[in-house]
């Protein structure tokens, strides 16, 4: 005979779910996030919880480019969602921050590509241009679409967008290097 599984009591139950509520953002996420809002790439007033859908995407999107593409990890996840590459739970990290100005900035030059990556969000702050950017190097990396069939395949997934604006998206990722 097995024996029986007692489930968790209410009390127990009460304890998971206060210590999820006293949990804090990821350490590594809180200087990424001040950095970008110190460089004016993101605008979130202080309070991240009160910040713009646009905002947010763009949060999404430059983190997953930190990560596919200039080699900074947060160990995040990401899935294929509407607007590209998103993370739940970098979402629910960055809505744990409570005001961004009292996270302490990130050492510039701690991440030895921080100045690349930087170059790259100030150019591309667009947050459609991310959005298809973002949709093309998560199709072309994980799944495995090879370069030549991306734009059709993002076009498919991305239909809101006319497919020159996806084609000359694509033609600046294959350039920079992120799509073989």
């Given at each position: 005979?097995?024996?029986?599984?007692?489930?968790?009591t209410?009390?127990?139950y009460?304890?998971?779910?206060?210590?999820?509520?006293?949990?804090?953002?990821?350490?590594?996420?809180?200087?990424?996030?001040?950095?970008?809002?110190?460089?004016?790439?993101i605008?979130?007033?202080?309070?991240?919880?009160?910040?713009?859908?646009?905002?947010r995407?763009?949060i999404?999107?430059?983190?997953?480019?930190?990560q596919?593409?200039?080699?900074?990890?947060?160990?995040?996840?990401?899935?294929?969602?509407?607007?590209?590459?998103?993370?739940?739970?970098?979402?629910?990290?960055?809505?744990?921050i409570?005001?961004?100005?009292?996270v302490?900035?990130?050492?510039?030059?701690?991440?030895?590509?921080?100045?690349?990556?930087?170059?790259?969000?100030?150019?591309?702050?667009?947050?459609?241009?991310?959005?298809?950017?973002?949709?093309?190097?998560?199709?072309?990396?994980?799944?495995?679409?090879?370069a030549?069939?991306?734009?059709?395949?993002?076009?498919?997934?991305?239909?809101?967008?006319?497919?020159?604006?996806?084609?000359?998206?694509c033609?600046?990722?294959?350039?920079?290097?992120?799509?073989?």
């Amino acid at each position: 005979m097995s024996p029986t599984v007692k489930p968790p009591t209410m009390e127990e139950y009460r304890g998971l779910y206060e210590a999820y509520l006293a949990r804090t953002a990821n350490a590594k996420i809180e200087p990424f996030l001040r950095m970008l809002y110190d460089n004016k790439l993101i605008d979130c007033g202080t309070n991240p919880q009160k910040s713009e859908l646009d905002t947010r995407i763009k949060i999404q999107k430059f983190v997953y480019f930190a990560q596919a593409c200039f080699g900074l990890n947060f160990d995040y996840r990401h899935t294929l969602y509407i607007y590209g590459p998103h993370s739940p739970t970098l979402a629910n990290d960055y809505f744990r921050i409570r005001d961004i100005k009292d996270v302490p900035s990130g050492e510039p030059g701690s991440w030895p590509r921080e100045r690349e990556f930087l170059d790259f969000a100030k150019e591309h702050n667009d947050v459609d241009w991310l959005e298809i950017a973002s949709t093309l190097v998560y199709l072309h990396k994980v799944y495995r679409v090879p370069a030549d069939d991306l734009i059709d395949y993002a076009e498919r997934i991305k239909r809101k967008f006319p497919r020159p604006q996806t084609e000359g998206v694509c033609s600046e990722m294959r350039h920079a290097g992120f799509i073989g």
